[in-house]
């Protein structure tokens, strides 16, 4: 019955519009039953008794009140039924926000982002029907043809045994055509995230395919995957007109059975005219709310096929956070220490790093250099605890990482990537993020100490001015600065330097190491080198290959031994890795 335990449980935290929607629904079916008696009262009065004319007006009037109440109840019973389903839309939103954010850039890196932005706008709003009206609808589907039929049975045995007997074949039917359904919904989800991650792959590798003459090809992709969406979409379609006229066909059935026996029971005056109206009035209603579970199960498939992407990503984030919530915060300035680290990335069928053990000292550089592949990234990401050691620890003073608070950790470190981010806001705020509560002196101090202060100086609206995507372009030397800049701001003891590749002129390059050397004083600095040439002075320097440590030393101990660094050295006159 498209059920999802998860789904309910979230209900369960805020109950109330839910169960006030369900209660008005209830009150606006009774109302629904005493306008039918007005109604028959009514009709009676003016065709068969006429003595009782002078009640008339009274049967009008309270008509009239129960007609307003009921379309009053009604309102109130989808109102409240939004109110909750905007409520829970919002707290799943956040949820899966704050769980991506907690699980991180490896987690994100692992999904395309399109299909990722998919199931966080499109699957929460997915289920906006499944709260607003598949779920209230299951429960007035039970509700309101159980108070119909309690008011019918009294009256009439024979008709509301037709009712109870005719009623079970609706769900009946829903949960046959349901499983049928359940592969297709789930594949239509599925083509639509696939969709939306391949278009967006496309979007940004757009100048990579132009250069290629790809592009067109590529148009041809989505025009299959497009093609794809379509076809599940129309299986969809078909099952869901499919069971609306099933549904359909029962409850029509249903009351035909009613209409003809009432019928017959009337002209061999075996029922009376006022009760035989009653029940003809309420048989379509006994069965409307039946009905309009079956139009609102699509709805309901819908919501449970998003839950299945949306909450696997909310409990892989709790794992993570009931192991952070029992961590003690981190101490000050300490070693760090690789103590036998292995990692094997999730799918991968060789370990990236194994066995790595090696020590970051108070306020050293240690630089690490290898071959392309050879798993320096990955030494990165694990001390920025975007991932954890498949074996083996990394101990910070005597604490194993793994027992700290993931957040005070990362608190005390900067970070400076190869390629460093630039939100679309203005250059102020993409520095503030580094830390948001600087003082306007401590930004202009670390503005000056990265070389930016003409750069700003020159923009149009200096602090102020935007950049990022479609603001003021920033060349990759600048953005390099906007990273130093951050990471002056971080004022954090531990320092992660991701070299970049790309050559910049010499004059520039030497003002970015006079920035960066700056910087590294004092702190305790991990550098992935890219350019030899930077890393002479490194206290130590570690030759990473093949996922091991093949040497380690000074630049001066690793040039005299015949390795990958002293040829590393020489083939590129120590300028690349
Ligand atoms: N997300 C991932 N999934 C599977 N394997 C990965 C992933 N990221 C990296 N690897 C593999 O792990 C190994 C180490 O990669 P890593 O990125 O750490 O190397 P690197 O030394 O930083 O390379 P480069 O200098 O080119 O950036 C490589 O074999 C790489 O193919």
């Known amino acids: 019955m498209n059920l999802d335990r998860r789904l309910i449980t979230l209900v369960r935290e805020h109950p109330v519009p839910f169960v006030t929607s369900v209660i008005a629904a209830v009150f606006a079916t009774l109302a629904l039953i005493a306008q039918a008696w007005l109604i028959c009262r009514t009709v009676t009065i003016l065709f068969l008794e006429p003595s009782s004319m002078a009640d008339l007006p009274v049967f009008l009037a309270a008509f009239g009140i129960v007609s307003l109440l009921k379309t009053a109840l009604n309102w109130y019973s989808a109102r409240e039924a939004a109110r909750g389903s905007e409520t829970l839309r919002q707290l799943l939103h956040n949820r899966l926000t704050a769980a991506i954010s907690r699980l991180g850039p490896s987690f994100t890196a692992s999904r395309r982002s399109g299909s990722l932005a998919t199931t966080l706008q499109q699957g929460v709003e ?130 035909a059975i009613i209409a003809v026996q009432i019928g017959l029971r009337l002209m061999a005056g075996a029922l009376d005219f006022q009760t035989a109206f009653f029940i003809i009035i309420l048989t379509p209603e006994f ?126 470190i900067a970070w400076i990537p190869q390629h460093p981010w630039l939100f679309h806001t203005s250059i102020g705020e993409n520095l503030l993020i580094a830390r948001p509560d600087a003082s306007r002196e401590e930004l202009m101090q670390a503005i000056d100490n990265a070389g930016l202060h003409s750069f700003i100086e020159n923009l149009p609206d200096g602090l102020d001015t935007v950049v990022g995507e479609q603001g003021t372009a920033i060349s990759g030397g600048e953005a390099q600065r906007v990273a130093i800049a951050r990471a002056f701001l971080r004022n ?86």
């Open 126 to 255: 997915a289920l906006d029907p499944y709260f607003s009206q598949y779920l209230p609808q299951l429960f007035i589907s039970v509700l309101v043809p159980g108070a119909i039929a309690a008011a019918i049975l009294p009256r009439d045995l024979l008709s509301g045994t037709i009712l109870l007997c005719t009623a079970p074949l609706i769900p009946l039917f829903m949960i046959l055509i349901g499983k049928a359904a359940q592969n297709m919904t789930r594949q239509q989800w599925q083509s639509l995230t696939r969709m939306s991650g391949h278009f967006l792959d496309m979007l940004q590798g757009l100048t990579t395919l132009k250069l290629f003459g790809q592009s067109r090809s590529r148009a041809g992709s989505i025009e299959e995957i497009s093609e794809q969406f379509r076809t599940s979409t129309m299986n969809v379609l078909k099952i869901a007109f499919l069971s609306s006229l099933t549904l359909e066909l029962v409850g029509t059935i249903g009351t």
């Open 287 to 412: 069965y409307q709310p039946l009905r309009q579970l079956g139009t609102k199960f699509h709805a309901g498939m819908e919501g449970s096929s998003a839950a299945e992407d949306i909450f696997p990503i909310i409990e892989a984030s709790e794992e993570s956070r009931t192991q952070a919530a029992a961590d003690a915060l981190v101490d000050d300035a300490q070693p760090v220490t690789f103590n036998d680290v292995s990692f094997t990335h999730p799918g991968s069928d060789h370990a990236a790093l194994q066995h790595i053990s090696f020590t970051l000292e108070p306020g050293t550089t240690t630089a690490l250099v290898g071959p392309s592949g050879a798993g320096k990234t990955t030494c990165m990401n694990l001390l920025l605890r975007f991932i954890s050691p498949s074996a083996g620890s990394i101990i910070t003073g005597t604490t194993d990482l793994a027992e700290t608070d993931r957040q005070s950790w990362q608190n005390r």
């Open 492 to 577: 954090a003891p531990l320092l992660l330097l991701d070299e970049p590749t790309s050559h910049t002129d010499p004059e520039l390059e030497e003002s970015l190491q006079l920035s960066l050397r700056q910087l590294m004083q004092n702190r305790t600095t991990l550098v992935i080198a890219h350019r030899l040439s930077t890393i002479m002075d490194a206290d130590a320097i570690l030759v990473l290959e093949n996922g091991h440590i093949t040497a380690s030393g000074t630049h001066d101990t690793l040039i005299r031994q015949n390795g990958y660094y002293r040829s590393a050295v020489r083939t590129t006159g120590g300028n690349d890795s």
